[in-house]
């Protein structure tokens, strides 16, 4: 760009695929990374501008840029990210944008804070509210508003009262920041020696350079210390830091680590923020006040200006993959950030993803293990209950020897855990007597019995009636049955075996993330003896009493056709048993399965990880799938079924032909219908070294493009298959 361009290239965050040319008008100065607000059709909206106009266009025929704000331009490495995710994704680079710039509030200047201190007038008449004021306000340092309300417990109308008798006065204070600077020396973790040997593999990596490193710990092993340490050697270089969360239940406790550690609590980004709280953080995060974030997948694209780390904690869970909108993977578009920033990525995990573990093992990242618990724990002992010869009775779901262990473990004044990751009382509801099954109207998918609410729910959309009485086919009385356990039925089961027994039990759909951090807390103070879950309470928590685990269906996520079942499996499994024995005692894993010879069982039961992840590695490399071959779903839906399918089917007769790609369908996705569309899936294979995002993108362009109701989703790098 020349140094006052009055012609730019503007990209504006809406779904558009290139930057728009625009007028600079006289006396307004931009450079790319400049954030603007320009006309586009009837409004104004937001843009950046993207460098120097591809077209020649007359001057007088462009509009021009209606507002430059008062901002830092964004960073060259973040926008170099959003026109990569573009590329790769196949989403408009408008769209990606729109992921950046999050609201116009962010750039406008900050509001001050109305505050008041004492003018040293002694007004005549001293009500007790009125001095509850003056007391509070020791001082000439003004106090703001809502502080000194809270403190002095009056109204308003004391304060107003009392600046009209002049002795207080109302003045404006800039607002304090959203985050304090964190001190990298305030609270430095004693770490043992294997932590500290981890830490300095770490801190090899240049801090002023791309680096990744995998620390690959047990659960338990101590691998967030390390960490820390890790982002207090960034914060000393003067860099930034982000660290990334799969689950907002998280948060909460490990702020208080973070607190404790650094002496001040991070910015904090995630969906339960308020718009102003998004607004504060992004503005500090670009501006350089904020130095360190701890957030959801999404602050991936916050505007730092001096990202020197990033941390993703729980590196292979399945919630750092963006599913609607840009279909991204926060874990692979940080190691990407990180490149353009020069900064270090640290990728941690007791179960490290099949992809992430093939870098390492080929050298590409650091491998820092951590293979012993932290302090006097130790890692628990795991045995499966083959179901063929020991399971329960019919109508139960607890395995007579768990049934035992569970009594010990609350004999001895300890916790257990039964564990099952499946949400509701039951997944289908029957009629006995003509076989009627309950399914969503706008699924392909069963309805859900939640008993607790006394309702049939789809898991899908969300779709829910109330419990019937009698059955809508026949009309018979009392026929319904519920087929299968869910979370509700295993507590009720429970309720039944244990009944002296303090109950909780924890699912993503009972109550609020305020209430399920509460019970979390609970539970961690001794208020309960058993713990029914699902995968929420299988990662980041820690319950120092909870000794016994028992795992209810251990084959229930190798049922899918998934290629990623078995990896998924271990690591809920490695995940959910690791939360037993993290104090002194010695704790217990009981996974009840029908395969107790599977190679995700074999591996569990003798602590055999690497004979695990070398089966799975070798079993994706034969079937060419990643981390050694590249995969593509196109989703094709619409209202009708035939219009999905017959558009999928020309969609495949376009297909460029190549010998470097397969293609397979075109067929009715698993979840065939969503929210009332029918889905129809094609996927495309190919080696890991061909351009799979190139040969869609044109693919789309030269082929027949849908119109009406009919839509295409494509999801490079597909982790789900439904």
């Not at 890790?230 to 907002?248: F, H, S």
């Not at 061909?690 to 989703?713: I, K």
Request: overall charge neutral; some cysteine.
């Amino acid at each position: 760009m020349t140094e006052h361009p009055d012609i730019v290239a503007v990209m504006v965050g809406v779904a558009v695929e290139g930057p728009y040319s625009y007028s600079v008008p006289p006396g307004m100065r931009v450079e790319r990374g400049s954030i603007v607000a320009v006309p586009l059709g009837p409004r104004l909206t937001l843009g950046v501008v993207w460098g120097p106009p591809k077209d020649t266009i007359a001057h007088n025929r462009l509009r021009a840029i209606a507002q430059s704000y008062d901002v830092p331009p964004l960073s060259e490495e973040l926008l170099k990210l959003v026109d990569w995710v573009a590329r790769y994704t196949l989403a408009p680079p408008g769209q990606v944008l729109r992921a950046v710039l999050r609201s116009s509030e962010a750039l406008d200047p900050p509001r001050p804070v109305i505050a008041y201190r004492r003018t040293g007038y002694e007004p005549e008449k001293l009500t007790p509210a009125r001095l509850r004021v003056l007391d509070t306000l020791t001082d000439d340092m003004p106090l703001p508003r809502a502080a000194l309300l809270g403190a002095a417990g009056v109204s308003q109308s004391v304060l107003d009262g009392l600046e009209r008798a002049g002795a207080l006065e109302k003045l404006e204070i800039p607002p304090p920041p959203v985050a304090l600077p964190p001190d990298p020396d305030e609270g430095v973790a004693r770490l043992n020696p294997e932590q500290q040997a981890a830490l300095e593999q770490v801190t090899a990596l240049d801090p002023h350079e791309f680096g990744v490193a995998l620390l690959d710990g047990v659960t338990g092993g101590g691998k967030t210390e390390v960490f820390f340490e890790a982002v207090a050697d960034t914060l000393r270089v003067g860099r930034q830091a982000l660290i990334l969360l799969p689950e907002i239940a998280l948060t909460h406790t490990f702020l208080d680590r973070f607190t404790k550690r650094f002496g001040t609590r991070p910015a904090e980004w995630h969906s339960e923020m308020t718009p102003l709280q998004r607004a504060r953080v992004w503005r500090g995060v670009l501006d350089g006040t904020v130095r360190a974030v701890v957030g959801a997948r999404s602050a991936l694209f916050l505007p730092f200006r001096e990202l020197g780390m990033l941390v993703l904690d729980e590196e292979h869970d399945g919630a750092y993959k963006q599913s609607d909108g840009v279909n991204y993977h926060a874990r692979d578009m940080a190691i990407v950030r990180a490149r353009f920033a020069k900064a270090r990525v640290i990728l941690s995990s007791a179960t490290p993803s099949v992809e992430t573990r093939n870098n390492a093992n080929a050298g590409r990242y650091a491998h820092v293990l951590l293979t012993a618990r932290y302090a006097a724990a130790s890692l628990p002992n795991i045995t499966a209950i083959d179901m063929r010869l020991d399971g329960p009775e019919k109508g139960q779901w607890i395995a007579p020897t768990l049934a035992r262990e569970v009594f010990a473990a609350l004999d001895r004044g300890e916790q257990a855990l039964l564990f099952l990751n499946r949400r509701g009382y039951a997944p289908l509801t029957l009629c006995r007597s003509c076989g009627h099954q309950y399914q969503c109207p706008d699924c392909s998918a069963w309805l859900v019995e939640h008993r607790f609410r006394g309702v049939l729910m789809c898991h899908h959309c969300g779709h829910e009636i109330r419990a019937p009485k009698n059955c809508a086919a026949c009309g018979d009385v009392d026929a319904l049955v519920p087929v299968g356990p869910g979370i509700e039925r295993i507590a009720e089961e429970a309720a039944a075996r244990f009944p002296d027994a303090r109950r909780v039990i924890l699912s993503s759909d009972m109550g609020t993330n305020a209430q399920l951090r509460e019970r979390f807390s609970e539970i961690t103070r001794g208020e309960y003896d058993l713990i029914i879950g699902t995968q929420l309470v299988s990662k980041g928590h820690h319950f120092p009493k909870l000794s016994v685990v028992g795992v209810l269906d251990a084959d229930l996520g190798l049922a899918h056709g998934d290629p990623r079942a078995a990896e998924r499996t271990f690591q809920i499994l490695t995940q959910v048993a690791g939360r037993a024995g993290r104090a002194s005692q010695i704790g217990k894993a009981f996974l009840q399965t029908y395969h107790p010879d599977h190679a995700v069982m074999r591996a569990m039961v003798t602590g055999d990880r690497e004979a695990f992840y070398a089966h799975e590695l070798a079993a994706r490399e034969a079937g060419i799938l990643p981390p050694f071959g590249r995969l593509a779903a196109l989703i094709v839906s619409a209202n009708e079924p035939d219009i999905a399918m017959n558009f999928a089917r020309r969609l495949l007769s376009a297909a460029p032909m190549t010998e470097r790609v397969r293609l397979f369908g075109p067929a009715d996705a698993p979840v065939a219908m969503v929210r009332g569309r029918h889905r129809v899936r094609l996927l495309v294979q190919s080696s890991k070294e061909f351009d799979l995002s190139g040969y869609v993108r044109f693919w789309l362009q030269s082929a027949e493009r849908p119109t009406g109701n009919l839509r295409v989703q494509v999801d490079i790098d597909p982790v789900s298959f439904m």
